[in-house]
């Protein structure tokens, strides 16, 4: 039986900010305020740094390169987002949805590779590493990092569509993998893509692998729908 759940579909968000209101969202949906949330939208040019990160060995950040650096909470080492990247943040209750983490990093990458299907991508998965492959060789195409508190997640994938992968190799030892190749689908295909053109695949993916029934919320408000005293109260207990 599918679950009602939010979709909220934003543009391009500050990592911070996407960060606070998932905070925010996790609370509400941690004490049953609202269902389960799906946030899809793109960021300004930023570097994340999960708990395992080891900066010495993975951040080389050329001087005065255009992007932020973030800490986060989220598993997993040092990747990278910028516009053209469709980032997905589902905000679930795993106590409807198995109890398991490691299946939830498993469904996410079977929401990303129903996600790249209908563009004649085939991801797989590698042994021993998250996120979506393609392979011979193998390049990724999509990263995952999850944080989970009383059963609720927070952070979630990045789906590279149309963006110049060389920060991921320039910047950053990306996931910590050395010698890994990054690609995109724009790449793939040989033609640009708009994340626009993916992000239906991705909402059906989703719905499908989490059996969830998505009410899309309007988004002409921006980030700041859920800025309220009450959510902010659930966030911080």
Request: glycine fraction near 8%; proline fraction near 7%; include cysteine.
């Amino acid at each position: 039986m599918a679950h009602g759940a939010y979709l909220m579909q934003l543009g391009e968000v500050p990592y911070l900010e996407a960060w606070e209101l998932q905070r925010s969202l996790a609370g509400a949906v941690s004490q049953g305020a609202i269902p389960d949330t799906v946030l899809l939208l793109e960021h300004p040019p930023v570097i994340t740094l999960g708990r395992r990160t080891d900066e010495a060995a993975e951040l080389h950040v050329p001087a005065g390169a255009a992007v932020e650096v973030a800490e986060t909470d989220r598993g997993g080492k040092s990747t990278y987002h910028a516009p053209g990247q469709l980032v997905c943040y589902p905000i679930l209750d795993l106590k409807r949805h198995g109890r398991d983490v490691k299946a939830y990093v498993r469904s996410l990458e079977q929401a990303l590779a129903r996600t790249v299907a209908p563009f004649g991508l085939c991801g797989e998965t590698l042994e021993g590493l998250t996120g979506l492959w393609l392979t011979r060789p193998p390049r990724k195409i999509a990263s995952i990092g999850v944080h989970v508190s009383r059963w609720v997640t927070t952070h979630g994938y990045a789906l590279n569509v149309d963006l110049d992968p060389a920060p991921f190799t320039d910047w950053i030892t990306a996931c910590g993998l050395e010698d890994a190749m990054f690609t995109t689908i724009a790449r793939e295909l040989g033609r640009p893509v708009a994340v626009d053109e993916v992000r239906p695949h991705a909402v059906a993916a989703l719905a499908e692998v989490f059996g969830l029934e998505l009410e899309e919320l309007p988004a002409e408000d921006g980030i700041g729908l859920w800025a309220q005293p009450r959510h902010a109260e659930l966030a911080s207990r």
